[in-house]
């Protein structure tokens, strides 16, 4: 009990956060499979006020930008793989509360249980302490992300990227297919797979939408091509 205690703790300390009504928390770490009484609501709104949150501080941020631009880069901010990256730097594997099988087939570290409890989390700071606390939140996790960002390497999906990198070098556009659905038609996670038969690579990404999975197995496929592409390198143009 002490040791998820000071978890809890830990946690709110990171947040900048901690909550006059704790049973907040708790649901926000409470995935459907444990109990009735679980964060999917805290996730639809934390999912909106992350998305508000974001929006205003890129909007003070990058003031001169195109709203096109923007949009894109609050859709990288926002995206599952994001979120899961700092769901995992939050420790959230270690706190997330399931159910013995989904815990057993390896929840804790599903992307998307991870981004939905961070969702639920920023969902329950509002629902504890209103927008600005919520937004605080929210600036202290992305804020430094966004003030240290260039806008230019945002400033195009990587599906549409990926795409154009492609054509540059003479190369045919890549192949997408759906490898697995899991869950519930409510609640259906996505893994698609992106791959370049003319150069033998393929990536693999999930999402809760065909789309967001085909973005991230592209955004994967993407990075693996950048880093090998240089002046010595097999890809070379």
Known sequence: ?????????????????RWSQPE??????????FGAD????LEFLGDSVLSTAVSALLYRRYGD???G?????????????????????LD???????????AKGGGAQRPSILADALEALI???YMDAGYEAAAGVVQRLLGPLIDSADLNRWSKDPKTELQEWLQGRRLPVPAYRIVATRGQAHAQTFEVECAV????LAERGEGRSRRIAEQEAARRLLDQLKANDGPDGPLQA
């Open 1 to 17: 009990m002490g040791g998820a205690t000071s978890a809890l703790d830990r946690l709110q300390t990171r947040l900048g956060h």
């Open 24 to 33: 907040l928390l708790t649901r926000a770490l409470t995935h459907r499979s």
């Open 38 to 41: 679980h964060n999917e609501r």
């Open 65 to 67: 930008s195109a709203e």
């Open 69 to 89: 631009d923007l949009t894109r880069v609050r859709a990288h901010l926002v995206r599952e793989d994001s979120l899961h990256r700092l769901a995992l730097e």
């Open 92 to 102: 959230l594997p270690g706190l997330v509360r399931l159910s013995d099988g989904e």
């Open 123 to 125: 969902g329950a700071v």
């Open 197 to 200: 038969s003319a150069l033998s």
